[in-house]
């Protein structure tokens, strides 16, 4: 007879909760609860023994969000040296505020738009969904950010974010000093190539700008790669922050993370796919979703 064999869950220990202080400015009276919710959805996927700070404000102009994460690199515990992280991911691995009084990341959202604020139901045509916008949104702010770009054919990362003048930063634009994030650390071709490898990519370069062009680029993370049947996801040439639209459908569990998510459907929730970067990256996950 078999031995029985322990549930490997109820003997793993219980992650806390991460918990949010969130500033909020200019937030209509109906986007609270819906903002509300999602962070706290994202508060029962990840752990952190730190509080997370966020500003979320409301503004007349820009794309309909926006998120800005704070960053930090070479900290104490810091897994990969010279590399960018989210102060919020940075303080959760090192176990301790490491800029005390700052806020981890910003969000804007644009007032105009016509937003369906209710938490259940899709959104009629023409609405955007606030609750997997903000999701959305608050990923990045988590570290779903790669800061890659190409301007005329020439690809690069680790520079200066530009500053956007219809958004009022509480924090300066960061220089990142031609450093990658830990996001771009993790992107390669479909050669199985790292992007950050100088070599063969050279930072700025064209060789940079015609990768992003040929939009083969992959996220190369263990879990993302389990979570994805074996394969690297594939992220997104024209906007690397994200995954790529053409195979994270709008039905799909991973098509919050796609630069098309809340336009005419609910998907609120990280899928796995996602929840394999944010383990890659450095989070601890409380939950698969």
């Given amino acids: 007879i078999p031995a029985c064999q322990p549930d490997s869950d109820r003997l793993a220990p219980v992650l806390p909760e991460a918990r949010f202080e969130v500033s909020k400015v200019g937030i209509p009276a109906e986007a609270g609860p819906t903002l509300d919710e999602a962070f706290s959805r994202w508060a029962r996927f990840i752990s952190s023994p730190v509080p997370i700070r966020a500003r979320v404000t409301f503004v007349d102009g820009g794309p309909a969000g ?8 070479n900290f104490e515990a810091a897994p990969e040296p010279d590399t960018w992280y989210p102060s919020a991911l940075a303080d959760a ?10 806020i981890d990341f910003e969000i804007f959202f644009r007032r105009n738009r016509n937003w369906k604020f209710d938490i ?11 609750l ?8 990045h702010g988590l570290g779903m950010a790669s800061w890659l770009f ?23 634009p960061p220089d990142l000093e031609g ?10 071709d479909d050669l199985g190539q790292r992007l950050t490898d100088g070599t063969r990519f050279p930072n700025p370069s064209r060789e940079l700008g015609e990768l992003l062009e040929r939009d083969r680029i992959f996220f190369a993370g ?10 690297p996801p594939r992220l997104y040439g024209a906007s690397p922050s994200h995954l790529h639209p053409d195979d994270y459908f709008w039905t799909g569990p991973d098509f919050l993370m796609t630069p098309t998510s ?9 899928g796995p796919v996602v929840l394999g970067i944010f383990r890659d990256i450095g989070w601890k996950v409380r939950r698969n979703r």
């Fill in 66 to 73: 926006y998120a800005l994460p704070n960053v930090i690199d």
């Fill in 93 to 102: 691995i090192a176990g301790r505020d490491l800029q005390p009084g700052e």
């Fill in 120 to 130: 259940e139901g899709d959104p009629a045509t023409g609405e955007a969904d606030f």
């Fill in 132 to 139: 997997t916008v903000a999701m959305h949104e608050i990923a």
């Fill in 150 to 172: 190409s301007e005329e054919g020439v690809g690069f990362y680790g520079g200066r974010i530009p500053s956007l003048d219809f958004f009022p930063l509480s924090v300066d």
């Fill in 179 to 188: 450093r990658p994030t830990v996001f771009v650390r993790m992107i390669e």
């Fill in 222 to 231: 263990e879990a993302a790669s389990e979570a994805n049947e074996g394969r």
């Fill in 262 to 270: 809340g336009n005419g459907v609910s998907t609120p929730d990280p």
